[in-house]
Structure formats: C-alpha cells, structure tokens
C-alpha cells in the first residue's frame, strides 16, 4: 500500500463550482496534514496546515481532516480561474525541519471561465 | 526581493558531465533542502541542512553532492549525469521549527540529459 495516495485528475470544473480534492495515507505517525498549490512551471506554496482531525477554515478555502478514516480533503468554494493549478497534499510525522515532508503526486485542477 | 532563488532555470547537459545548482534564500531560514519532481509530478525529499549541518540524506546516488556554504545558501553538485537524472530539482527553505509543514520552494531548476 503506498503511503499517500492521491487522484492525479485532470479535474475541470466551471467557476464558481466547489472543488473537493482529497488524499488518503497509511502512515499513523503523521501528525501535520498539509496543502500546498503548485502553479505551472513554479514552486509549490503553502495553501494551509493543520495537525487535528477536523475542519480549518482559510477564507475560500477548508482543509479537512479524519485521522481514524486516514483522510484528508481541500474545500475550495466559488472557485476562480486563478484556483487552476496542481494541489498537492503532504504529510510530515512531526513539526522540525527533521521531520520530512511526504508529498502526494497532485490533483491537475482546471477551473473554466 | 524574491524569497527563494535557484540558478539556472534550465540546464540541459548530455549524460556524463557534471553539473551545479546553486539555491539562495534571503528570509533568514536557518534550514534548507533539495527535492526532486520527476515526470509524473511525485515531489520527494534528498537533502536537508540546518545549519549548516546535514540532517536528512535519503537514499540517492553519491553522484549527487550537497553542499552548505553558509545558512542561506544550498548547492546541489551531480557527477556523471544520466538519462534518469532528468527532473525538476527545488530547493526550499525553513525555520527549523517549522521546517515540518511550513517550507518555502523556489522555482525550480529543469534539468535535462540528453
């Protein structure tokens, strides 16, 4: 069973739709459950983090976490043609720079005028 | 004022040479790291520096060589390239408290063997 899986997509939504992006992981030891987005041709950047099952709220968007299902999910809401990149989810084990970050493979996201 | 730099953005070269990449962060991190982002977009961890100090090495080739000047900055050598070695290599950089979410990418660096 691989640690992180991911939908690779492509997902092509129109704007203003809500986007669910979601990730599953076989790791227990994960303790911090993150997103980052990755625009074409660039480095990924931090969307939001959170280390407990739940809901976290950013604005348009909502991280969710279910540690006994071993699942995470991005909300995105009235989404925008901006949103169109590639969501990475990622997992670390503890919060130190020893900790090393697990990426999924990313979800391709398209959001059509 | 960008945060996270690396140089060259694109670096095509034929299989056998050596090749540098130089990464550069001016937000004051005290941590850094090298990934590699293969073909089908799996981002994975090589190096990390804190400090100077390397604190996680996975398992990649010795023909890769890391190396820390100082904190701010991360090179990233690689002797007798091969096909495989094509990728897009980031480096990124952290405060060693959070350096377990919270990084910082660069651009990225595209290299390509021919």
């Known amino acids: 069973q691989k640690e992180v899986e991911q939908d690779p997509g492509p997902l092509s939504v129109p704007e203003g739709a809500i986007v669910s992006l979601n990730c599953t992981y076989s790791?227990?030891?994960?303790?911090?459950f993150m997103w980052y987005r990755q625009y074409s041709r660039k480095g990924p950047e931090l969307l939001m983090y959170?280390?407990?099952?739940g809901n976290k709220e950013d604005g348009r968007f909502t991280a969710q976490v279910d540690k006994s299902s071993k699942y995470i999910s991005l909300f995105i809401r009235d989404s925008q043609p901006s949103d169109s990149a590639t969501y990475l989810c990622?997992?670390?084990?503890?919060?130190?720079?020893?900790?090393?970050?697990?990426f999924g493979s990313g979800t391709r996201l398209s959001i059509r005028p | 004022d960008t945060a996270v730099s690396q140089t060259p953005k694109y670096l095509v070269t034929q299989m056998g040479n050596d090749k540098s990449i130089k990464c550069e962060q001016n937000?004051?991190?005290?941590?850094m790291y090298w990934y590699k982002q293969d073909s089908k977009k799996f981002l994975k961890i090589m190096f990390s520096?804190?400090?100077?100090?390397?604190?996680i090495n996975e398992t990649v080739p010795n023909r890769f060589s890391p190396k820390s000047p100082d904190k701010a900055h991360l090179n990233l050598h690689i002797n007798s390239l091969e096909l495989g070695d094509s990728a897009v290599y980031f480096c990124?950089?952290?405060?060693?408290?959070?350096?377990?979410?919270?990084?910082?990418f660069g651009p990225g660096t595209r290299l390509t063997v021919t």
């Open positions: 990622a997992f670390s084990p503890g919060y130190s720079s020893a900790s090393k970050i697990i």
């Open positions: 520096y804190n400090n100077k100090e390397l604190i």
């Open positions: 937000l004051g991190h005290d941590t």
């Open positions: 990124a950089s952290s405060q060693a408290t959070r350096g377990g979410r919270e990084q910082y």
């Open positions: 790791n227990s030891a994960f303790q911090y």
């Open positions: 959170t280390y407990s099952s």
